[in-house]
T-cell receptor, first 111, second 112 residues
Framework: EAGVAQSPRYKIIEKRQSVAFWCNPI?????LYWYQQILGQGPKLLIQ????????DSQLPKDRFSAERLKGVDSTLKIQPAKLEDSAVYLC?????????FGSGTQLSVL | DQQVKQNSPSLSVQEGRISILNCDYT??????FLWYKKYPAEGPTFLIS?????DKNEDGRFTVFLNKSAKHLSLHIVPSQPGDSAVYFC???????????FGAGTRLTVKP
């Protein structure tokens, strides 16, 4: 069974630029999550989808972050414009039962 | 909000000995508790879980204990191996709300 796919693995941008991350969850998993993990901290939920509908985006900084899940499968997370404090690993996960399965993440550095 | 806390940022043990990682939570409504393991440059991988209606779950060298009255869980690794060296995250899930919260992680180092 293929795992959660994310791209790119690494991204370096300057502040005020825009960036987008892509995620393809495990086939058949209806629930998809985007987490932000800052060095030394645990993953922090940004947004979760159930199929193509948003379940919870209460912690998403909506002035600069946006996310969509097309046709209930792939998802993209966008940051525009980026700030220095957005430097982090962005993790995508999909869920079955009580378990979340994570992709390898995108390491974002904002200079 | 810190609903899940791991108060020890690091732990070092000798190969063959027991590793005990601890986690505290504040929300008594959590349905499941999970442990994830993370190697550098990889996403967290699921290790073991326990339902809130149980107090122990075992899988090979890994055992999770849940003390609901103390809102505390622990992960025991016996015997510890150098390959267990990683960051371990404790997580708690509200099943109906799909809401999973993570602790800050504990870095385990197992010395040969």
């Amino acid at each position: 069974e293929a795992g959660v796919a994310q791209s790119p693995r690494y991204k370096i941008i300057e502040k005020r630029q825009s960036v987008a991350f892509w995620c393809n969850p495990i086939s058949g998993h209806a629930t998809l999550y985007w987490y932000q993990q800052i060095l030394g901290q645990g993953p922090k939920l940004l947004i979760q989808f159930q199929n193509n509908g948003v379940v919870d985006d209460s912690q998403l900084p909506k002035d600069r972050f946006s996310a969509e899940r097309l046709k209930g499968v792939d998802s993209t997370l966008k940051i525009q414009p980026a700030k220095l404090e957005d430097s982090a690993v962005y993790l995508c996960a999909s869920r079955t039962g009580e378990k979340l399965f994570f992709g390898s993440g995108t390491q974002l550095s904002v200079l | 909000d810190q609903q899940v806390k791991q108060n020890s940022p690091s732990l070092s043990v000798q190969e063959g000995r027991i590793s005990i990682l601890n986690c505290d939570y504040t929300n008594s409504m959590f349905d499941y508790f999970l442990w994830y393991k993370k190697y550098p440059a990889e996403g967290p991988t699921f290790l073991i879980s326990i339902s809130s209606i149980k107090d122990k779950n075992e899988d090979g060298r890994f055992t999770v204990f849940l003390n609901k009255s103390a809102k505390h869980l622990s992960l025991h690794i016996v015997p510890s191996q150098p390959g267990d060296s990683a960051v371990y995250f404790c997580a708690a899930l509200l099943y109906e709300g799909n809401d999973m919260r993570f602790g800050a992680g504990t870095r385990l180092t197992v010395k040969p």
